[in-house]
């Protein structure tokens, strides 16, 4: 058994939001350097945002570092307050480290198009043929599942699965601070230090004490703006769709026989629905680029001019949707058409709803864990009870529709054709 085995000498990586993220177990530097983990540095953290804010260009490996370092300062500040074990904390610094392990390229585009859940890849590298899972295995060949479950929240100890994921985790931490620094927007700003001096161990997860109250308040109004403002933002979600036709316009032409000029051999597993572990681990981010410059030189001009329009930019335009006016976007789907712009491809309603902090959702009791305060009596009080800003906000969910089409291709078309969807986006607009 490995699990005490420290390096000779302390390994350190210069971080921009955290100054240094340091590592002294050996399991953990085998993992870093694992092929599936380094495969996390050719996966953008922040998927299409990069076209909105260009300094969004950090990667999950970056992030997941991060994690790991905010884990590795949990457990140094529950030293002597909670019963953890050795093994119990090479399981967080793992679950930390290893918890977005599974993310595709553009990872939630790229999963509505072909149907799967990142999660479960998650798993199947954890506990599959992989160098992540013989690292893992050194500590015991219960480990890899132990990891996998604390990362899907089924494991039984609810203070480890807490601290990687709640509604204030070590994960959310290091994206805000993160996402924040590397945007150049200041609103995912909070004072971690303090959340971190005031973060106590509890049997049912993590527990804020009373006096901390103001920075978690600051931390819950950072997670706010930062989905409205960077995460939600309608030029990244212009970009989404226009990444989203791509990948749905190249399946259907291979499901139509259509002879790509370069046979897209990475996509193959994808569009056959037989994936196979090394054909998810194989694709990233450098491979889809790759395929989008073959692509924009395709003979069919929808591929051709959907790859064009996200490597150059030129991205849909869209208008507000108010959920009264849905049926009118069939109608205008018909006047695309009826101007031989195919909407299945160029009209799309995006949809984003966000709810800041809430205390119990039926059905999601796991994810809505809430913020617990310690009472100076020892007692524990819900966030909201004790804080007016939180309370003002919580169980509150904020929707946003957006209709996107190419404003561009409309203006190009003769007056009786673009006439027609003009008129249509003057009504939708008019909320």
């Known amino acids: 058994m490995e699990m005490a085995e420290l390096l000779s000498e302390e390994k350190v990586f210069k971080d921009p939001v955290h100054r240094y993220v340091h590592v002294r177990e050996k399991l953990i530097w085998d993992l870093i350097n694992a092929r599936e983990f380094q ?44 019963e953890l074990t050795r093994r119990d904390k090479l399981l967080c610094l793992c679950a930390a480290l290893l918890h977005d392990i599974g993310h595709g390229p553009f990872s939630h585009s790229f999963e509505k198009v072909f149907r799967f859940d990142h999660e479960d890849w998650t798993r199947r590298i954890l506990t599959g043929d992989t160098e992540i899972n013989q690292v893992l295995r050194n500590v015991d060949e219960q480990f890899p599942l132990d990891v996998s479950e604390v990362i899907a929240k089924t494991y039984e100890n609810k203070l480890i699965v807490s601290l990687i994921s709640s509604q204030i985790d070590a994960d959310r931490m290091d994206y805000l601070l993160r996402d924040a620094y590397y945007t ?44 409205w403002q960077v995460y939600f933002h309608p030029v990244t979600r212009s970009a989404e769709v226009v990444l989203r036709k791509i990948f749905l316009r190249a399946k259907h032409l291979h499901q139509q026989g259509y002879a ?15 994936i196979l572990l090394q054909d998810y681990l194989a694709l990233d981010e450098t491979v889809v680029f790759f395929y989008m410059h073959q692509w924009r030189e395709e003979t069919d001009p929808i591929l051709s001019d959907l790859c064009k329009r996200f490597l150059d930019r030129n991205l ?31 009209v799309e309603v995006d949809s984003t709803s966000d709810l800041p902090y809430d205390f119990y959702r039926p059905g999601e009791e796991q994810e809505r864990i809430p913020i617990m305060l310690l009472m100076p ?26 209709l996107y089409f190419p404003m561009d291709a409309v203006m190009a078309l003769p007056d009786h054709l673009s006439g027609p969807i003009r008129e249509r986006l003057g009504v939708m607009q008019d909320v």
């Open 260 to 274: 790509f000029g370069m046979e897209p051999l990475h996509f193959l597993p994808f569009f056959r629905k037989q």
């Open 39 to 82: 495969r996390l540095r050719r996966i953008k953290q922040l998927g299409t945002s990069f076209l909105t804010f260009h300094g969004g260009e950090h990667s999950r490996f970056n992030h997941s570092l991060g994690v790991y370092e905010i884990m590795r300062r949990i457990l140094e500040t529950f030293e002597g307050r909670a």
């Open 377 to 402: 009596s020892g007692q524990l009080q819900e966030l909201s009870r004790k804080s007016e800003i939180v309370e003002s906000i919580s169980g509150k969910r904020r929707f946003d529709y957006k």
């Open 316 to 346: 849909f335009q869209y208008v507000e949707l108010d959920s009264k006016k849905f049926l009118q976007v069939e109608e205008m789907k018909k006047r695309f058409a009826e101007a031989g712009i195919d909407p299945m491809y160029y």
């Open 184 to 227: 150049g927007v200041n609103y995912g700003n909070f004072d971690i230090e303090r959340i971190l001096r005031v973060m106590r161990p509890h049997e049912d997860g993590v527990v804020i004490k009373l006096s901390g109250m103001h920075a978690v308040e600051d931390y819950i109004m950072s997670r706010y703006q930062m989905y």
